[in-house]
């Protein structure tokens, strides 16, 4: 096949995909395009509507959507980024490497691009990284008849109009109007005669996690962005909190195993790599501290092999206790909850929880131990150690997330490490300790 007739192939290929997502919602047409490659992804939206393919490419992971919009031609890219909302068009570019970046905001109309670069100045996290700048603000002194004139001009623009905020000349938010009032006020009322002036605002770099769980209490449509100086810089809207929300738990997952928050499938290696391996060495410090342990222990290993069978049945099953009180400790600080008036209440919950799974636990294996090597001080021994370790399990795993978090640690991915070292060290000590001090029971004379 020519190179011409290739490219003829791709080029249909591309226009029928890009006719079967057309009409169908941005998130599904999001999804076909991180099935294809990026060559793939970049010719279907360059064959799209502008519009539709902005809104496509805002329902992508900004990362994938940055490589797509690099793929795409200089101007089928500007004319998309020109159609995008300021907040996501801030988002994709700031994963667009210099100079690709600037030659893309130069082709921008000046007021877009300013608009970009004001956006960028605000950490990713904060509340200004992820407001969009399209607010509908309403000057103190129109008329009813002004405003709602006001409001059909901006329609077409902005993303949302649940909320009309009022400012003053120096565009300081003082209100919020609703739409209801603003159509059944007389003509000539002025808008701070209707406005509601006790409005809640956020300002601009308080921490996205801060601003979800403000959405959360409140349920809020949307929230005005502040300054310092209370001037009104933007809005955040519902469905960026919900993107912010799913973000913070996925990440707090992969936090969890060790991996970095950042990382995604299409990650390169070495990204990778870099957020990965000082977690890994950390646990390779603590995994020898559980080797010391049983090193300690060596000479009853030797008396009774046995125990090799249940060192990491006790260990596992302490991990797995740890894992249960930690999830509900990390989840409490995740949504906000105020933990600290109920820390003592919380330990001994989870004191309590390890006595009784430990003892359900230790009887089923003491049984087991019974039957299978025909030891009732083995059993009993086996037990005791699962008893002592779930409770220990289940007290680190609730407390160590917010020892973590008093010293300045990220729970989630710090917590599970050192929750970890405690139930092996414990699980293993417990067992072989109690098991030397029982040796004339469980070795024949």
Request: hydrophobic share 50%; net charge negative; aromatic share 6%.
């Amino acid at each position: 096949m020519s190179e011409q007739t290739h490219k003829s192939s791709a080029q249909s290929a591309a226009d029928e995909t890009a006719r079967q997502v057309e009409d169908i919602p941005a998130a599904d047409g999001a999804d076909v395009l991180d099935q294809l490659t990026t060559d793939e992804a970049a010719d279907v939206a360059e064959a799209l509507d502008p519009h539709t393919a902005a809104d496509i490419l805002a329902e992508m992971e900004p990362d994938h959507a940055a490589d797509v919009l690099e793929d795409m031609g200089q101007p089928e890219a500007s004319v998309l980024l020109s159609a995008m909302d300021p907040d996501d068009r801030t988002d994709i570019l700031s994963h667009v490497e210099e100079p690709r970046r600037e030659e893309f905001l130069q082709d921008l109309p000046a007021d877009d691009a300013a608009e970009v670069r004001n956006l960028a100045q605000y950490p990713p996290e904060s509340a200004g990284g992820i407001m969009t700048s399209d607010v509908t603000a309403l000057v103190e002194d129109m008329t009813v008849t002004q405003a709602i004139e006001e409001l059909r001009r901006l329609a077409q623009r902005h993303e949302q109009l649940f909320y009309s905020y009022v400012v003053d000349k120096r565009r300081h938010l003082i209100g919020v109007l609703s739409m209801r009032d603003l159509i059944l006020a007389e003509p000539h009322k002025r808008v701070s005669e209707i406005m509601i002036g006790n409005v809640r605002s956020v300002p601009a770099t308080l921490d996205q996690e801060a601003v979800a769980a403000l959405f959360k209490k409140y349920n809020y449509l949307a929230m005005p962005v502040v300054s310092d100086s209370n001037k009104l810089l933007g809005i955040i809207t519902v469905d960026d909190v919900v993107d912010v929300m799913e973000r913070e738990a996925t990440e707090d997952v992969q936090k969890l195993f060790g991996a970095g928050a950042e990382e995604r499938l299409t990650s390169p290696w070495q990204f990778s790599f870099s957020k990965r391996w000082l977690w890994l060495v950390v646990n390779l410090a603590t995994a020898f501290l559980a080797g010391w342990v049983i090193s300690l222990f060596d000479a009853t290993i030797e008396k009774l092999v046995v125990l090799t069978v249940y060192m990491p049945i006790v260990a596992g099953m302490g991990g797995n206790a740890s894992a249960q009180a930690m999830s509900v400790a990390i989840r409490g600080l995740a949504m906000g909850e105020d933990v600290g008036g109920i820390i003592k209440r919380v330990l001994y919950r989870e004191m309590w929880v390890g006595v009784l799974t430990g003892v359900v636990v230790g009887f089923i294996t003491a049984i087991v131990a019974l039957v299978w090597h025909h030891s009732p001080a083995l059993g009993v021994v086996v037990a005791v150690a699962l008893i002592l370790n779930h409770t220990l399990a289940c007290l680190s795993g609730a407390g160590i997330p917010f020892l973590m978090k008093r010293l300045g640690f990220d729970p989630a991915q710090s917590a599970t490490i050192f929750a970890t070292t405690v139930t092996d060290v414990a699980g293993f000590f417990t067992l072989l300790g109690l098991a030397s001090l029982c040796m004339r029971w469980l070795v024949p004379a």
